[in-house]
């Protein structure tokens, strides 16, 4: 059963327009929802996160909206730069979950010059 | 700087023979996990540790053993009792609840 769903394996944007990466999502007891960045052979790295009682969340080019009636988040980039290119995981955990993460199965986002 | 360091990033091995991977934090975190990536399955959750001298197993712990003796350091053995071991390995590490990982730049094992 995924409690996470990234519908969308692959998304290929031109350099300078918006990214736009979605995320669904079952489990209502989630508390927090972050955004990691995965470059090939690399650990993942923390981009930006939100707390279940916020509806949006931004930082520099990043936004993050979050519709709990909907059960989904989505990640926007804008403007979107070659160096964007790369796997993106959804993920969500509650609290008192002993820290642990629910994954998606990733987006691979590519800008195209 | 602080940070989470595995070795080795490359690490090959035969069939039936176990193999440890390292995980060492110098960031003071108290939770530690592994993870697992196969192209197409995302993230899967091994093992996590809160504290010293206690861990517990995630959705795919049949296979591996680990320890954690240390605050600074969380090994994943993988056994040969683990049907599939060739794939990415991740540690990471949390210091709170909110969910933030700090990830390696992980291992991969390759089995001959």
């Known amino acids: 059963d995924q409690q996470v769903k990234q519908n969308s394996p692959s998304l290929s944007v031109q350099e300078g327009r918006i990214s736009i990466l979605n995320c669904d999502y079952t489990n209502s007891m989630f508390d927090y929802f972050l955004w990691y960045k995965k470059y090939p052979a690399e650990g993942p790295t923390f981009l930006i996160s939100i707390s279940s009682i916020k509806d949006k969340n931004e930082d520099g080019r990043f936004t993050v909206f979050l519709n709990k009636s909907a059960k989904h988040l989505s990640l926007h980039i804008v403007p979107s730069q070659p160096g964007d290119s790369a796997v993106y995981f959804c993920?969500?955990?509650?609290?008192?979950?002993?820290?642990?993460?629910?994954f998606g199965k990733g987006t691979l986002l590519t800008v195209n010059p | 700087d602080g940070g989470i360091t595995q070795s080795p990033k490359y690490l090959f091995r035969k069939e039936g023979q176990n193999v440890t991977l390292s995980c060492e934090q110098n960031?003071?975190?108290?939770?530690m996990y592994w993870y697992r990536q196969d192209p197409g399955q995302g993230l899967r959750l091994i093992y996590y540790?809160?504290?010293?001298?206690?861990?517990q197993k995630g959705d795919i712990a049949e296979g591996y053993s680990v320890s954690r003796e240390k605050k600074e350091s969380f090994p994943l053995t993988v056994t040969s009792a683990q049907k599939n071991p060739t794939a990415f390995y991740l540690c990471a590490s949390s210091a709170t609840s909110a969910g933030e990982l700090f990830f390696g730049e992980g291992s991969r094992l390759t089995v001959l």
């Open positions: 993920a969500a955990v509650t609290e008192g979950s002993n820290y642990k993460l629910t």
């Open positions: 960031l003071n975190h108290d939770a």
């Open positions: 540790s809160q504290i010293v001298n206690d861990f």
